[in-house]
């Protein structure tokens, strides 16, 4: 089995070879076709996230030891199964859904598996697909991607799946309803799609790169600003004659939440679903003056992850912009996310 591995912290990956796994039990080896590439797998590589405050959440308090292969976007072709595993066959061609809990206690045993205090996830817990094969526990988490790109599929495993989930807090939403998305990544575009096929809501989608708001322009979205500017919340005040219902900030900074939560009418509700990481500063006597709601999502569950391919196998989801590389340019692709370069998904092939 050939993967890319970090070897230490904050250092480019590293090709290493080793023996490629057998599945046992319920387990099922899945032979690699694409694997997307996540601005969170910049903060795996680093091994920390940034809490604010000079706090940090580091990955090895948490229990992933190195070596560590990264990616959790993986689409493949099952090639092996254990003596146990069912409704499953050699030759499926399935999307692996990574957000696995310990599958032992009581929350993951209720179905809750993203509550889980001891996540076994695929690409960021335990080893994922920057490689040319993956271990998937059980056959629940292949998902059937008929009639959809294998290059797009693997992007709704997180993508797909965290935009949907976020969504789905703030539903419903009218045709009288603002939708702020702050961030048009590929998580950020991947909503304006989703958005469409889920809410009649008016969309307005906020970055600070021109390039990414043309492209929310060209998915649908009804209006975009660049959320940097000095009059960003006036503007917007403006144009939503009071303030969005509900807005979803993919990027996950001070600034970024600082503005959706400004921009929220009385009622509305601000969702952080980016980890790009510092401290968020509330007034708080104008949270409930203003009867809002700041939450948190993360990824989304099994069932969400069906409800999702649902909608875009009935191509009621437009696709995203992708671009495939090379496994051994991951290294290049990963710092191209680093600085911004990167318009949508890329995906690695091994």
């Not at 023996?19 to 969170?40: F, R």
């Not at 994922?128 to 495993?157: E, F, Q, R, W």
């Not at 700041?294 to 909608?311: C, D, K, Q």
Request: aromatic share 6%; proline share 4%.
């Amino acid at each position: 089995m050939h993967s890319w591995q970090i070897i230490d912290w904050g250092e480019p990956l590293q090709a290493r070879d080793m023996d490629t796994p057998e599945p046992t039990g319920t387990e099922v080896l899945v032979k690699v076709a694409a694997c997307g590439i996540c601005h969170s797998d910049l903060h795996i590589r680093d091994g920390y996230f940034d809490l604010g405050g000079g706090k940090r959440l580091t990955l090895g308090d948490r229990g992933v030891d190195l070596p560590f292969t990264m990616g959790h976007e993986v689409v493949g072709e099952v090639v092996a199964v254990g003596s146990e595993a069912e409704d499953i066959a050699v030759g499926d061609k399935r999307i692996v859904y990574p957000w696995i809990g310990c599958r032992e206690c009581a929350v993951c045993e209720r179905g809750d598996e993203l509550f889980c205090d001891r996540m076994k996830s695929i690409g960021a817990r335990v080893d994922g697909g920057y490689s040319d094969h993956v271990i998937v526990p059980h056959a629940k988490y292949l998902i059937d991607y008929t009639g959809v790109a294998t290059d797009l599929a693997c992007t709704y495993a997180c993508s797909g799946i965290t935009a949907y989930s976020a969504l789905k807090k703030l539903m419903p939403l009218t045709s009288d309803d603002w939708l702020l998305i702050t961030g048009a990544g590929g998580v950020g575009l991947s909503a304006v799609h989703i958005a469409q096929a889920m809410t009649d809501a008016k969309i307005v989608v906020a970055d600070i790169d021109g390039t990414k708001r043309a492209a929310a322009r060209q998915s649908g979205a009804t209006e975009t600003m660049d959320n940097a500017e000095p009059d960003a919340i006036r503007r917007i005040m403006r144009l939503t004659k009071g303030g969005v219902a509900g807005g979803i900030d993919f990027v996950g900074a001070p600034e970024s939440s600082d503005f959706g939560v400004n921009a929220l009418r009385k009622g509305g509700t601000h969702v952080i679903v980016g980890l790009y990481g510092g401290a968020l500063e509330l007034s708080l006597p104008l949270v409930p003056m203003k009867q809002i709601t700041v939450r948190g999502s993360y990824v989304g569950t099994l069932s969400e992850m069906a409800e999702l391919m649902a909608l875009v196998s009935a191509g009621k989801v437009a696709p995203i912009p992708v671009r495939a590389r090379p496994l051994a340019e991951v290294n290049e692709a990963l710092d191209d996310l680093k600085q911004g370069r990167v318009l949508g998904r890329v995906v690695i092939h091994p």
